[in-house]
């Protein structure tokens, strides 16, 4: 049972492993903008990639994911254990490089989106981590 007010989604394992092939895809994607110095593409593609990395974190643990605002996750999170909790203290340092890279106009720093890339991709590897045990 979902709490009240919240938006959380059923996942099932098959949806967990999903959203692990997006979140790679996405990193690929962050990983593929940084070489040509597209740093707010690299950015949002890694915030978009760390998001996806902890709907499969969630759906192998606790075949939950949260919907509605980004923020939502992290109670979510918390609960899924260990990795859960890890995933809670890395996704709101990417959350916050997502405003700036998706929808301001100012240049992107090179510096931050070598940073979003970075925290994406300790997600994703945790996210790998986790779905391939509940494979096991």
Do not use: N
Request: include cysteine; charge should be positive; charged fraction near 25%.
């Amino acid at each position: 049972m979902s709490p009240r007010g919240s938006s959380r989604h059923h996942v099932s394992p098959a949806d967990a492993r999903a959203y692990l092939s997006k979140a790679t895809a996405w990193l690929e994607a962050a990983t593929e903008s940084l070489a040509a110095k597209r740093w707010d593409v690299a950015a949002g593609s890694a915030v978009t990639a760390g998001i996806c990395a902890c709907d499969a974190i969630t759906g192998a643990l606790v075949g939950q994911r949260a919907g509605g605002e980004h923020t939502e996750p992290l109670s979510l999170l918390v609960s899924a254990g260990e990795d859960g909790r890890y995933a809670a203290r890395q996704l709101p340092q990417l959350l916050r490089f997502k405003t700036s890279a998706q929808y301001d106009p100012a240049p992107f720093p090179e510096r931050d989106a070598r940073r979003a890339v970075a925290i994406a991709r300790r997600l994703v590897e945790r996210a790998t981590s986790v779905v391939d045990r509940q494979r096991a």
